[in-house]
């Protein structure tokens, strides 16, 4: 069975003379791990693409883990990192999850703990955020789409 860990975030797509296939998966979601929520990501993401927000959901994660900078040029309060990572876990509140942001600091070979909170779906049903069931979440301004609570 071939599996591709990407789903419909990041489409397989044949290469030229070969039966082979591969995509271009950007450096950032290399800082994303789902190991704990796999089935529930596959969940959200097909949900994302079904509904139009692919790219509001790819660009939630990528602010996540500071996706606009690489390896080589990330900081943390002021202290070069090798490198960031979310941990994903599944949130109660319908096509959203918990994470946790850790670092690990160039000068340390372990993963050092920054912050933890929600990648929250907003919409109709919550009222675009505010505060109640099912997300329990409030948002300055209705939100449709993903936001990050910390």
Known sequence: MDIWPFGRLFPRQPLENSG????????????IDISAC?????????????????EQFLNRLKRLVWGDVSDEELTVWGRPCKTA????YKDFAPHSFE???????????????QFNGGIIFHGAHD??????????????SPQDGWSVHT
Not at 39 to 53: I, K, L, M, P, T
């Open 99 to 113: 994470f946790v942001l850790e670092v690990m600091y160039e000068d340390e070979d372990d993963w050092t703990f």
């Open 38 to 54: 796999e089935e529930h990501f596959e969940e959200v993401e097909r949900f994302a693409d079904s509904s139009g927000r692919k």
């Open 20 to 31: 082979d296939s591969m995509t271009d998966v950007p450096a950032w979601f290399s800082r």
């Open 85 to 88: 990572r979310a941990r994903l």
């Open 127 to 140: 009222n675009g955020g505010d505060g109640g069931a099912p997300t329990y979440s409030v948002n300055l």
